[in-house]
């Protein structure tokens, strides 16, 4: 058995202390009454959010291609509509900046237009959904952060092991630790990555999983806020239900 730890990584604080709506929730593309839905929210919620906030949908072949996909905005979600059936689907949604006032409370503004603004950050939650992935993946479009599969993890079942990679600009992140259940069970966590920004998981489901990484990048000389707060979701069913009953 895969051992795992429990601490929590400095990283992963910080966000934890920010306001649930602004670093600790996670973005990421699951089934919703047979559509591809885009999903805000931390642990089980499913929260409404303003469409606008999707900046970029990609859908990649099995051979790599990434082509846009549409994006069908709603009052308080979106639906995505891609061509065919895509190996996966590649997320951008920026939950803009967050202020804390010197009363401790939040607020969806940048720090330049907060009065009595304490510490701001801006949030983006990036996203890689595997669909109709087989065999050998394809190489994935640069994130600013992702959480990237070594190991094709649909048909395998909970209890595999399968080998991850988190990168940060592309280039390979060390000491960072993935939320192995961020839907039902966020305690759940990896191994720090290590110098190449690799860990080996076990798979926690059978059907959807969704995996999670924190990262925050410090802001120099910014009027609108202190930090960049990326969360990077890696999402997949793996073992596909039937859709014959």
């Known amino acids: 058995m895969l051992k795992q730890i429990l601490a929590v ?10 306001p649930l709506t ?20 931390h642990g089980a919620g499913d929260d409404p959010y303003d469409p606008a906030r999707i900046t970029q949908a990609l859908a990649i072949s099995e051979e790599g291609a990434a082509t846009p996909v549409e994006i069908d905005k709603r009052e308080k979600h979106a639906i995505l509509k891609p061509e065919g059936e895509p ?32 510490a701001a950050g801006h949030y983006i939650k990036n ?17 600013d952060l992702q959480i990237v599969p070594l190991d094709n993890p649909i048909g395998r079942k909970a209890g595999d092991p399968i080998r991850l990679r988190v990168l940060h600009d592309g280039k390979p ?40 990484v924190d990262h925050s990048v410090p802001l120099e000389n910014d009027q609108k806020a202190d930090q960049i707060g990326y969360t990077a979701t890696l999402s997949f069913v793996a073992e596909a239900h039937s859709h014959d009953d």
């Open 9 to 18: 990584s400095g990283a992963l604080a910080l966000v934890l202390s920010l």
């Open 22 to 41: 602004a670093g600790a929730h996670g973005a990421w593309v699951a089934e919703r009454w047979g559509n591809l839905g885009v999903v805000y929210g």
């Open 87 to 118: 190996a996966a689907i590649l997320l951008t949604f920026d939950n803009g900046y967050w202020t804390e006032k010197t009363d401790g409370k939040w607020v969806n503004e940048a720090k330049d237009k907060v009065a009595d603004a304490k």
């Open 127 to 143: 996203s890689l959904s595997l669909l109709h992935a087989h065999g050998a993946l394809p190489a994935f479009p640069k994130q």
């Open 173 to 212: 992140l060390a000491g960072a630790v993935v939320t192995l259940d961020y839907v039902n069970q966020a305690s759940l966590k990896s191994e720090p990555t290590d110098a190449d920004g690799e860990v080996v998981v076990a798979i926690r489901n059978d059907g959807l999983n969704v995996l999670a």
